[in-house]
């Protein structure tokens, strides 16, 4: 029998993960790179840095005043979506389950639709989206949490459903909403719901980072409990865990920090719920690992996707929702076929 | 010899239906315990009622005369260890399973294991034979095998009481006494005092110092095994005809079971030879 080497798997497990997080801070700074230099003004990738340097010229206007902060809202939304993904996914221990299964994209939508149609942006300016959106987003949430968990007892499957359930019933309202509405305002709501990283207000894009950033950090000290509740909420509750307040919380999070990324860029589908799981393929299930390279790996492909929805019909655009989901979805299904591997959870 | 747990005038059920009312029963410090039972009479519900999973309507649990109730968290998967009968087969490691032992002992925001918990995961995974394991999943394990990373895990929390709800179930005979053999190594070597649920009464009878038999919801009877495992009091207890006679080499109360239609043949032959105390199961 071998002698209990504690340091070596304790240090092969810290250097795994060191790993992992290096080369996506590394792939962060490459799409970084790629998506300053992507658009309609041709910039090489290898003038990015010369013109950041430089400080000034039209170009350093473009990068920094116009794709900067596309760049920074996608790692933002991005990170934050994914997060949310992985957490939500966690503690319902469904592979199904992202931000907007449980009605917060629905719920958004639906305070947007509302806030067009009685032209609220009028009377609040700029601000007026983003928070209908918000309101929207916290009402689904709000109802979800207090139906789902009701009588102290938290019950994920009811949640679920219920998450599930409010989701159909906003977005028939919306649909409602629609067909009343007329064309410039239909043609509003339609574009705020198929997402995009074009957002003026910088007060709004910083917001969106702190939230998603203090979400990771918060989420991280539960990752121990999140990894314990793989085992059952039974066997976390006798290693000690809270479950109750863990499941609670962590909901409150993640759809606190979907919410805000909705309410700022509108509906961008797909993402928590493919990077999260080729996340858990490539770096494991632990949530140490899990949720800060789901954030990471949230902001790479949106940065990717936003760089493609701007340049392949260049001078227009496209949705970047669709990019999102064409391009995800392919890659997820190509990628699931090939690795042989099933969706898990636990 | 104390109690180590006091379950005292305990009342618990789920939504408005109490399947156990007053219960009261001791385990103590040392020993191996079991609950035995009919299906229904309540030993699962008594088994979560004292994990602290199901609160209790009224009266207590007590460990170490601490209502577990008030108990941090941490501190009671401290000195309570469970090994619940379900394994959820996960793809966790069999040593990142065990490591989660060293969860109720890690600080606030300890967000890694020190080298120290590595140490002791993997002293009680060589204890427990599945250090040999310790990079196959847990899904790709034999049940047996699973059963004994679960005791490796709950063993790496450093309990005082090891609460096991049925360890044997869906085991074959092989891994039924190497699993109840390490229990009672642990209890041996280690003082480790045990509280298990136990479905074979021949096991039960053969391997615990103190045995209580629930009975709808209540403690029918509880002693020593001999006083527990006796032939009345199992055919009350579980309406069953049973026979019982001591395990020639260790003495231990063993039961056996009679087929109906050699009870009946019994019966018969009783009958027409019309002698009054020929039962067919005399001790």
């Known amino acids: 029998m071998n002698p209990p080497s504690g340091s070596a798997s304790r240090q092969k497990k810290l250097f795994r993960w060191g790993i992992s997080l290096l080369s996506l801070l590394v792939l962060t700074v490459v799409a970084f790179v790629l998506g300053m230099s992507a658009g309609e003004l041709d910039i090489s990738v290898w003038d990015v840095p010369r013109i950041l340097a430089e400080k000034e010229g039209v170009e350093y206007v473009v990068l920094t005043r116009i794709r900067l902060p596309r760049i920074i809202l996608a790692i933002a939304a991005g990170g934050g979506l994914s997060l949310s993904g992985a957490v939500l996914q966690g503690i319902y221990r469904n592979p199904l389950v992202e931000p907007f299964t449980l ?73 409602l909403m629609m067909s009343l509405a007329t064309a410039q305002n239909l043609h509003s709501i339609i574009f705020w719901m198929m997402g995009s990283l074009d957002e003026p207000n910088s007060m709004l894009i910083r917001l969106t980072l702190i939230v998603s950033v203090s979400s990771l950090v918060v989420a991280s000290f539960f990752s121990r409990a999140l990894n314990a509740l793989r085992l059952g909420e039974a066997n976390a509750w006798h290693l000690g865990i809270n479950t109750g307040l863990t499941i609670r919380v962590m909901f409150l999070l993640a759809s606190l920090v979907a919410g805000v990324c909705v309410a700022s860029t509108g509906v961008i589908g797909f993402v928590g719920l493919v990077i999260p799981h080729l996340v858990r393929v490539l770096a494991g299930s632990d949530y140490r690992i899990l949720l800060p390279a789901s954030f990471l790996g949230g902001g790479i492909f949106l940065i990717i996707c936003d760089a493609i929805a701007r ?34 959870v636990n | 010899m104390s109690g180590l747990l006091t379950v005292h005038n305990f009342s618990c059920g789920y939504g408005d239906k109490f399947v156990l009312r007053d219960v009261n029963l001791q385990a103590r410090h040392g020993e191996i315990s079991g609950i035995i039972g009919p299906n229904g009479s309540g030993k699962t519900t008594l088994f979560r009622g004292i994990t602290g999973e199901l609160p209790a309507r009224s009266g207590e649990v007590l460990l170490n005369g601490r209502d577990i109730s008030q108990m941090p968290y ?61 990079d196959k999943l847990m899904s790709k394990i034999s049940g047996g095998e699973q059963q004994l990373a679960n005791i490796a895990r709950a063993l790496t929390q450093q309990p005082e009481l090891l ?97 109906d239609k050699i009870l009946k043949q019994k019966n018969k032959e009783n009958r027409q030879e019309k002698s009054p105390d020929q039962s067919g199961k005399n001790l």
Request: glycine share 8%; net charge negative.
């Open chain 1, 103 to 175: 009605g917060i994209s629905g719920g958004a939508a639906l305070g947007v639709a509302l806030a067009i149609v009685f032209t609220l942006p009028a009377v609040l300016g700029a601000f007026a989206l983003p928070l209908a959106g918000f309101s929207g987003a916290l009402l689904a949430i709000v109802f979800v949490y207090v139906l789902g968990a009701r009588f102290g007892q938290v019950n994920v499957n009811n949640m679920l459903l219920i998450g599930v359930m409010v989701s159909f019933v906003s977005s028939s309202v919306m649909m």
């Open chain 1, 311 to 344: 340049t392949i019909i260049a001078p227009n655009e496209l949705p970047i929702g669709v990019i999102t989901g064409i391009a995800g979805g392919i890659m997820f299904i190509v990628f699931l076929s090939r690795s042989r591997s099933t969706l898990k």
């Open chain 2, 74 to 134: 941490n501190a009671r998967a401290r000195s309570m260890a469970v090994v619940a009968q379900h394994v959820y087969a996960t793809d966790v490691t069999v040593e990142e399973y065990v490591l989660m032992g060293r969860l109720p002992h890690r600080k606030q925001f300890q967000l890694f294991e020190t080298k120290e918990d590595y140490e002791i995961a993997h002293h009680y995974m060589q204890l427990t034979n599945v250090y040999d394991l310790r």
């Open chain 2, 163 to 259: 609460l096991l709800d049925e360890p044997t179930s869906h085991l074959d005979i092989t891994h039924q006494v190497q699993i109840l053999n390490l229990i009672q190594k642990l209890n041996e070597e280690m003082k480790l005092s045990v509280l298990m649920i136990i479905h074979d009464l021949n096991l039960a009878g053969e391997y615990c110092d103190y045995l209580v038999m629930l009975k709808d919801g209540q403690p029918f009877k509880q002693g020593l095994p001999d006083e527990v495992l006796n032939y009345q009091v199992i055919e009350e207890g579980y309406k069953t005809v049973v026979v019982v006679q001591p395990n020639p080499v260790s003495h231990k109360p063993a039961v056996f079971l009679v087929s």
